[in-house]
């Protein structure tokens, strides 16, 4: 991307508006909890509301954490390296050793996930520990069109297409933040270099292995450079368009499984299939997705596939037929309990 034709001061100082702008109201009239790896992006999004702050005097209610992982050798520097960021702006910092490289008996689950949620496992503790409302995060525009690709490859419906979320629940009372989203990674990087502040830079990202470092640099940086220079700008805007899309489908999902469904005294749900009779497969999928969440079963091993048997399952029950019941993950079932009706629970 081509940094506007614009003095390096006033490239930081739009950097500082575009964040303070995407900030919710009361962002600082609670604790907050930063995110900080040592990457550039970290390091900005980090720097940037110490500066904020600072600039309006606000509070400082901030503490910095930082995920330690076991992962490579430069890893201890890193964590250094944020420990003397912190030290310097006077802002507490909480760092964790995560044994990535340990299984811990989640099934299905790499080294990038597993990452993850022990990650996001140790940012919900300092944030309860602090009593912090929010956990910032410092994912950019770039970051979005990478993730927006990588599921489109992958296969994933439109709600995945949505990409990350600007917002979202981490644990109760607690929501993550992300508001360097729709900042494209160049200007971060110039909002540092305008600032002269340095950062760590992680080599395995430069590892093609990988599949985010794959598309990062053999896919979007190509066609950046060649014939589509506006490609991240684009798949955010795809991004944000699926969204609303998805959006709706679940607005209507969960309108149609208030009317419709029914909690029974012994945990089971009684569907009346026979209301919903002709519509499209994929909301009949979306009802159960709603359904599940709702209800709180077990949701990490359901599929689209398993979904998709459900509304097929809906489907027949709706048309009077007695079609065989489902034993899905988690030991919830599905079953056809009288004409047109559909009793869904745990066993």
């Not at 500082?16 to 600082?28: E, I, N, Q, T, V």
């Not at 970290?42 to 910095?64: I, K, N, Q």
Request: charged fraction near 25%.
């Amino acid at each position: 991307m081509k940094i506007p034709r614009s003095s390096s001061r006033s490239v930081a100082d739009a950097f500082l508006a575009d964040l303070a702008a995407r900030l919710p109201s009361g962002f600082w009239g609670s604790h907050v909890v930063v995110a900080v790896s040592g990457g550039a992006d970290s390091v900005a999004l980090f720097t940037g509301l110490h500066e904020l702050a600072s600039a309006r005097a606000w509070p400082m209610r901030m503490v910095v954490a930082h995920a330690w992982h076991d992962l490579r050798e430069e890893a201890a520097g890193d964590a250094e390296f944020v420990e003397r960021l912190a030290t310097e702006r006077q802002v507490p910092c909480a760092v964790a050793r995560l044994q990535v490289l340990v299984p811990d008996g989640i099934r299905g689950e790499g080294i990038e996930a597993r990452a993850r949620r022990l990650r996001h496992r140790f940012f919900t503790e300092v944030a309860r520990e602090t009593g912090a409302r929010y956990v910032v995060l410092a994912h950019t525009a770039d970051d979005q069109a990478e993730t927006i690709l990588h599921r489109g490859l992958r296969g994933t419906g439109v709600a995945g297409l949505a990409g990350m979320a600007f917002s979202r629940s981490l644990a109760d009372g607690i929501a993550v933040l992300r508001p360097l989203l729709g900042s494209p990674r160049a200007i971060v990087r110039h909002y540092l270099a305008a600032r002269g502040q340095p950062w760590r830079e992680d080599a395995s990202n430069a590892d093609l292995r990988f599949a985010r470092n794959f598309l990062r640099h053999e896919i979007l940086t190509r066609c950046a450079a060649g014939p589509y220079p506006a490609a991240v700008q684009a798949l955010v805007r795809l991004g944000g368009q699926a969204a609303v899309a998805a959006g709706a489908l679940r607005s209507a999902a969960e309108h149609l499984l208030e009317l419709y469904a029914r909690r029974e005294a012994d945990g089971e749900v009684t569907l009346r299939t026979a209301r919903l009779a002709g519509l499209d497969e994929h909301l009949l999928a979306e009802i159960f997705v709603a359904l599940w969440q709702r209800e709180g079963w077990p949701q990490r091993d359901m599929t689209s596939r398993h979904y998709g048997l459900l509304a097929r399952l809906a489907a027949a029950s709706a048309a009077g037929s007695t079609p065989d019941a489902l034993l899905l993950p988690g030991r919830v079932s599905a079953r056809a309990a009288a004409r047109q009706l559909l009793r869904v629970g745990p066993e």
